[in-house]
């Protein structure tokens, strides 16, 4: 139970020590209208929903990962096939492949470098970088299956989108997740988040020179804050 007082001319609230409000300025001398404020237990459904939505984010860290794996595949199959172009009698031939194949080479490694930034972003951003990932290995999967469609009836083929169908399915729970914990940290209030309690009224008062308390308590109901006249 943290006991804490409000300040009596913006009702902002002020540790049981300090001497001064830390928005208005306002000098406190004793403890007025104490609070108390229970701290608030994460029930255990909130704790599994979390570690869930935490599971969920890693695993489409892993995919983004998964999806770089891939990329490095192919450029190590593309490199396999480039010491092949050795084989082909006619060099025009021969040159033509070598370009097309050092094209491709420098595609995939552009690719497995934004994957892996995408990782490392993910760790900060994971909602937007699961998001681009995600229309990043879709787009790329849909133009590999139009550009050659036999490969979906091949044994490698079929290995291939299994597991990018795995891949997929990984970057979609993890855009979820993100995405439920980025609302419930937007939505959530500011005092759970570790600032602090926003006053009544929403809105905080400007700073300025506030009056001094009286020795016997606060200001005067009633006088507007201002020093007492006193008539002779």
Same mark, same amino acid.
């Given at each position: 139970m943290d006991q804490v007082t409000e300040c009596p001319q913006c009702g902002a609230e002020i540790g049981a020590e300090e001497a001064f409000c830390g928005e208005c300025g306002e000098q406190v001398a004793e403890a007025r209208r104490p609070v108390r404020r229970a701290r608030r237990k994460p029930r255990l459904a909130d704790r599994y929903a979390r570690y869930g939505h935490e599971k969920n984010i890693q695993g489409g +860290?892993?995919?983004? /990962?998964a999806a770089a794996g891939i990329e490095v595949f192919l450029v190590l199959v593309l490199l396999v096939l480039l010491t092949q172009l050795s084989d082909i009698p006619i060099p025009a031939v021969q040159e033509a492949l070598q370009t097309v194949l050092y094209i491709a080479i420098a595609i995939e /490694?552009?690719?497995?470098?934004i994957y892996v $930034? /995408?990782?490392?972003?993910? @760790?900060?951003?994971p909602?937007?970088?699961s998001v681009t990932a995600l229309i990043i290995f879709g787009t790329l999967t849909l133009i590999s299956v139009v550009l050659?469609? @036999?490969?979906?009836f091949s044994v490698i083929g079929i290995i291939l989108l299994m597991i990018k169908g795995g891949i997929f399915i990984a970057l979609i729970f993890g855009v979820k997740s993100a995405l439920a914990t980025r609302g419930k940290a937007r939505g959530g209030p500011a005092?759970? +988040? $570790? %600032? +602090?309690r926003p006053p009544r009224g929403g809105r905080r008062p400007p700073p300025g020179r506030r009056p001094r308390l009286r020795p016997g308590g606060g200001p005067r109901r $009633?006088? %507007?804050g201002g020093p007492r006249r006193t008539f002779r």
């Open positions: +860290r892993t995919a983004i /990962l /490694l552009v690719i497995v470098f $930034g /995408l990782w490392f972003w993910a @760790k900060s951003n909602f937007a970088a050659n469609p @036999k490969i979906i005092y759970e +988040r $570790g %600032g +602090r $009633g006088s %507007g």
